[in-house]
């Protein structure tokens, strides 16, 4: 209706009268748009700001929608309301993308609490290139129109974008990279939750979406149709909580690739998160969470196909637990590398723990920085007889005092070790068999660094390991380290580098008889020994050492009696030289000692001697 007013924009030609134009209706929607003539008029009268167009507005109309505000002369969103909107109400403007930011101006401060003014998105505010229409422009707040062909990309980059609303009759079933690293955005509409249950991809929708807090309830709860959904909220550092319902009849879902990767803020998981999902890939899904604290007891309860944990959990480090079942139904994982890296709260691991993942291959780095974690369940791994890998599974897990029986003691195929207990400065002894069934083991170097509290190694620990060619750094700083079980490295027969294995082995007193004798491809000891300070006997370095550096093994005995050597016995070198506490015999006929005097930076003490074979 015409309603007259002394400073209305509008002037009746008959009477000289001024007036405005104002709405009387109470559709739920209004479309001010669709009430234009070919001339942009209503009631014969042009259109050119909407001036207390909706004052007095019915408490049934919830959203509006205004004409194109691109000729408009004013900021026409000042007076829409005219002061008095008494309720929630959602105005959208249509604009040219010159004219786009006009109508974003603060309403009339008694209006703004209950309207949110949104920019009206069609196709002509887009910008096209050969991936599709993007929108570049200025606006904060913007409702995605029904006209708009595609969501890929659509507000990729756009720092501006602060919150979204969309239409319930787009018929979408992409989002692929929409909100890709729009970092200003905040909030969603409840509309959303309806717009999602048609989608097959999200990957890459919130990337790098920071600001982002929460989701609107009933976000993905429908998602059954989902497929992809790669790094759907990587990097989404604000991102407290997610709906409840997230995902619980995702059936159709493959891949959590990078999910929620570094959500830092992100607490807890829904109910039925992810547990009807059959997915394949789950690497990176959870990594550097730091704040969540627990899973939901079916996650990934129906994830009978997954193949890969790789990552999933690294970095949580607030996470005290893991459910009981965890992984249980995915009876063809094969990857679970680094899978609780440094999770520093994890105190236990549930019974049963990857005991039905029989397929698995890689547990290396699995626990590792574990710094909570005090004990391992009974028969950990002991199913998982095609592991091949445990590279630093469990390294710096400090809080670690003991193994399991039989912790690897069926897993033929393991051939990488390395690193594997490394750091678990707690851990006092090694159950009977540990390894003693891993004729395929190759790589066994830096196995027990820094292992400060292990005092021995069970019978025939290694002495089966025919495929074994690296034990370098080995007892590396085992300070607590006083002897070695006999038959040693004996059957090792491959080995080719024991170099720095005893470092600042203090407490090491002896080497078993015969002790390197049959390791005849043996190249490399450089500090062996190096200030393994009691260390007494004999040892005779295998043919096999040719490099006079390689072969240098410092004991660098700091000794304080000159007795000692015959405290322990001692060692006759013969020839009249003398006995010493520990004596090294190396192949002359290989290494001349004058050569590897000069090469070599020789710290021999009085107690300590090297001579020709």
Not at 259 to 285: E, H, Q, V, W
Not at 419 to 429: I, K, Y
């Amino acid at each position: 209706e015409k309603v007259p007013s002394d400073d209305g924009p509008y002037e009746d030609p008959a009477t000289n009268g001024k007036f405005y134009l104002r709405y009387t209706g109470s559709d739920p929607i209004v479309d001010v748009q669709d009430h234009l003539d070919e001339n942009g008029a209503i009631r014969g009268v042009r259109v050119a700001t909407t001036d207390r167009m909706f004052q007095g507005l019915d408490a049934n109309v919830a959203e509006i929608v205004l004409p194109n505000v691109s000729g408009f002369a004013t900021n026409v969103d000042l007076n829409t309301f005219g002061g008095d909107l008494a309720h929630k109400v959602d105005p959208r403007y249509r604009a040219s993308k010159s004219n786009e930011v006009d109508y974003c101006s603060t309403l009339n401060a008694a209006d703004a609490e209950n309207a949110t003014v949104w920019l009206y998105l069609d196709r002509s505010n887009l910008t096209y290139d050969t991936y599709g229409g993007k929108y570049k422009g200025p606006a904060k707040n913007v409702y995605v129109s029904k006209s708009i062909g595609s969501l890929t990309a659509l507000f990729s980059s756009n720092t501006n974008l602060a919150s979204c609303d969309i239409s319930d009759e787009g018929g979408w079933t992409g989002a692929r990279s929409m909100f890709s690293n729009c970092t200003s955005l905040a909030s969603l509409s409840d509309r959303f939750a309806s717009f999602t249950a048609k989608l097959t991809d999200t990957s890459y929708m919130f990337d790098g979406c920071k600001s982002l807090e929460s989701l609107p309830e009933g976000f993905l709860s429908e998602a059954t149709a989902l497929a992809e959904a790669t790094a759907m909220f990587d990097g989404c550092k604000s991102l407290k909580s997610l709906p409840e319902g997230f995902l619980s009849g995702s059936t159709a879902m493959t891949s959590a690739f990078q999910m929620f990767n570094n959500c830092t803020a992100l607490t807890t998981l829904p109910a039925g998160f992810l547990s009807a999902s059959d997915i394949k890939d789950a690497r990176y899904m959870l990594y550097g969470c730091e704040s969540l604290t627990s899973l939901p007891d079916d996650f990934l309860a129906s994830a009978f196909s997954l193949e890969t944990v790789h990552q999933m959990l690294r970095g949580c480090k607030s996470l005290e637990s893991l459910p009981v079942g965890f992984l249980s139904n995915a009876t063809n994982l094969t990857d679970a590398s680094l899978l609780l890296q440094n999770c520093t709260s994890l105190a236990s691991l549930p019974d049963g723990f990857l005991s039905k993942n029989t397929k698995l291959t890689s547990a290396s780095t699995m626990l590792s920085g574990c710094k909570s974690l005090a004990s391992l369940p009974e028969g950990f791994l002991s199913e998982n007889t095609n592991l091949t890998s445990a590279y630093e599974m469990l390294m710096g897990c400090t809080s670690l005092e003991s193994l399991p029986n039989g912790f690897l003691s069926k897993n033929t195929k393991l051939t990488d070790a390395g690193g594997m207990l490394s750091f678990c400065s707690s851990l006092a002894a090694i159950p009977d068999g540990f390894l003693s069934a891993n004729v395929n083991l190759a790589d066994a170097s830096n196995m027990f660094q820094r292992c400060t509290s292990l005092m021995s190694l069970p019978e025939g620990f290694l002495s089966n390991s025919a495929n074994l060619t690296d034990a370098s750094y080995m007892f590396d700083k085992c300070t607590s380290l006083v002897s070695l079980p006999d038959g040693f490295l004996s059957g090792a027969v491959k080995l080719t580098d024991v170099s720095n294995m005893f470092v600042d082995c203090v407490s090491l007193t002896s080497l078993p008889d015969g002790f390197l004798s049959a390791n005849t491809n043996l190249l490399k000891t450089r500090n062996m020994f190096r200030k393994a300070a009691k260390l007494c006997g004999e040892i005779v370095l295998p043919a096999s050492i040719t490099d006079g550096k390689d072969m240098l093994i410092e004991t660098s005995l700091d000794v304080a009696s000159s007795d000692l050597a015959y405290d322990y016995g001692g060692v006759d070198v013969g020839s009249g030289k003398g006995r010493f506490a520990f004596v090294i015999r190396y192949p002359a006929e290989n290494v001349s000692l004058s050569t590897y005097a000069k090469t070599v930076n020789m710290h021999w003490s009085e107690h300590s001697k090297v001579v020709m074979a």
